[in-house]
Every structure is written in structure tokens, then in C-alpha cells.
């Protein structure tokens, strides 16, 4: 199967600031790549798909990048509200698997 | 607007049997392809199934394979996840989601606990 590693695990930050988060793949998995938001208590949210294309309804401050084995989700300007877990998913055959997650806190 | 509201969670002991299942609404069910993806206390998520939106295909992570069968009735919009054997590392929040490529959609969960 494909590993998914995401990195930093945590990352500290401050509202109004620019958050970077890595994701990279084990093998090539093209663009087939997608960032969701987690919340406690709440559904993911997807935020990218296709590695640079957000989905309906996302705020353009969220953007994605790369192909292959590395990618980028930024967020230029953070929210108060955008504080919570940030998970990529790879989508390019079976098994999909997720990455362990990068927690944007303040 | 799309609900996947799922049920069926609950407290089992381990060896244990459980069913979920999980209602879809504001979209038409038979057209899209349904997943089940689950998330243990203080880890992250994980995809446990798939399956075509005509139930002809199904697939499983190799950590319930032959232990969990999904299924689906497109004449209720119903997904379900029946689970067997079940193990204390089973215990999870049990998320279901709408996509055969992206997953696009996905329910506010149920818990499953496995403990004696």
C-alpha cells in the first residue's frame, strides 16, 4: 500500500499568519490527492481534490500544490475558525490511504 | 444538501458482531459509489471499504478484511457495514462517505466500542 506521511505533526501558528503543510507519498500517486479539515466531533470537510483544485464553497485562502510523491496545502491568511486537523487522502488505487494528520494550533 | 447519517453504534464485547448503517439523503444514492472510513480514540483516519454504487464491486483494508462485509439497498439509500470477530482495536468512530474517486461527502460518524 501507499504511505502517506504528513509533516509537521503539530504546527504552532497565529491567526493572520501563513500555514505550509507537507504531504508526501511513498510511490507516485500523480495528482489523485485530496486535504480535508477535521474538527472534533464533526464529519472531515474537503477542502482540495485533484491536489490543487478546492472543492465548493472553500475559502480561496486554502490552495494546493504538487504531484507525484510531494504535496502542499497553504493557507495564506488563518481563521480562527480554520484551527483543527488537516488530513491528506490519496486516491490512486487500493488501499486509499490517509496521512497521520498534521494539527494546526495556536 | 447531502446527509449521510449513520447508526448502529454501540458498547460489544470482543469476538462480538455488530451492523452499522448509514442514510443518505439530498442526493441520488444509486449514482454514487459509498465508502466507510473510521477514526480510533487519538489517532488518525483510516478507510476501511468501498463499495460501486451498484454494490457489483467491493473492497476492503487488509485490517477487516474477512471480518466486514458492506452492502447497500439503493431502494432505502442505505449503506451498511456489518462487523464480526470484532477486536478492541476496532473501537473507532465509523464515519461513512459518498465517492468512488474523491471522497466528497462524509457523516458525522457513530462510535463503536469494543470492550468487555
Known amino acids: 500500500e501507499i504511505v502517506m506521511t504528513q509533516s509537521p505533526v503539530t504546527l504552532s501558528v497565529s491567526p493572520g499568519e501563513r500555514a505550509t503543510l507537507s504531504c508526501r507519498a511513498s510511490?507516485?500517486?500523480?495528482?489523485?490527492l485530496a486535504w480535508y479539515q477535521k474538527k472534533p466531533g464533526q464529519a472531515p470537510r474537503l477542502l482540495i481534490y485533484?491536489?490543487?483544485t478546492r472543492a465548493a464553497g472553500i475559502p480561496d485562502r486554502f490552495s494546493g500544490s504538487g504531484s507525484g510523491t510531494e504535496f502542499t496545502l497553504t493557507i495564506s491568511s488563518l481563521q480562527p475558525e480554520d484551527f483543527a486537523v488537516y488530513y491528506c487522502l490519496h486516491y490512486y488505487k487500493w488501499p486509499r490511504t490517509f496521512g497521520g494528520g498534521t494539527n494546526l494550533e495556536i | 444538501e447531502v446527509q449521510l447519517v449513520e447508526a448502529g453504534g454501540n458498547l460489544v464485547q470482543p469476538g462480538g458482531s455488530l451492523t452499522l448503517s448509514c442514510a443518505a439523503s439530498?442526493?441520488?444514492?444509486?449514482?454514487?459509489?459509498m465508502n466507510w472510513a473510521r477514526q480510533a480514540p487519538g489517532k488518525g483516519l483510516e478507510w476501511v471499504s468501498f463499495?460501486?454504487?451498484?454494490?457489483?464491486?467491493?473492497i476492503y483494508a487488509d485490517s477487516v478484511r474477512g471480518r466486514c462485509t458492506i452492502s447497500r439497498d439503493n431502494s432505502k439509500n442505505t449503506v451498511y457495514l456489518q462487523m464480526s470477530s470484532l477486536r478492541a482495536e476496532d473501537t473507532a468512530i465509523y464515519f461513512c462517505?459518498?465517492?468512488?474517486?474523491?471522497?466528497?461527502?462524509w457523516g458525522q460518524g457513530t462510535t463503536v466500542t469494543v470492550s468487555s
Open positions: 510511490e507516485s500517486v500523480s495528482t489523485t
Open positions: 463499495i460501486s454504487s451498484m454494490g457489483g464491486t467491493t
Open positions: 439530498g442526493f441520488i444514492f444509486s449514482d454514487h459509489a
Open positions: 462517505a459518498r465517492g468512488r474517486t474523491v471522497i466528497d461527502a
Open positions: 485533484g491536489a490543487s
